[in-house]
Each structure stands twice: as structure tokens, then as C-alpha cells.
């Protein structure tokens, strides 16, 4: 077992990772914005903030990992 950092910015971090990992795997797809909010039944501003790196739900998380056909675990 390993501790934590002393602070958490190793956290923002790994959300930029999975945003940016969602961005790109959305782009590869030739895939919309538009297209992915709409068939994740998340809301559009939803999206965006999870391509920020924005701190969202696991659930939000996981319906557009699905759309994307991307194991949550290859988001890291």
C-alpha cells in the first residue's frame, strides 16, 4: 500500500489525462460532440466539463465510456 501525496494535485491531473484520453478517442471515431452527449443521454455542458477534466460523476463517466467503447481502465 502506498501513501497519498501531500497535496491533491496528482487528482487534477488524472482528470485531465481522462478527458483528454475521452477528447481523443472521441476525435479518432470522427465523432461530434453533439454525437456523443446525445447517445450518453448526458447533457452537452456535461461533456465538455468531462473533456476539461472536470470532477463528474462515475456514472456520467461510465455512459460515455460506453458510447466510446473505451474500458474505464484504459482511460488512465
Known sequence: MR???DDDTWITDR???IGDH???ERRRQNLTQ???W???RVDRRTLQFVESGAEVKLSTLLRIAWVLEVPLGDLD
Open 34 to 36: 453533439d454525437q456523443v
Open 3 to 5: 501513501d497519498l501525496p
Open 15 to 17: 482528470r485531465r489525462a
Open 22 to 24: 475521452l477528447r481523443q
Open 38 to 40: 446525445q447517445a450518453a
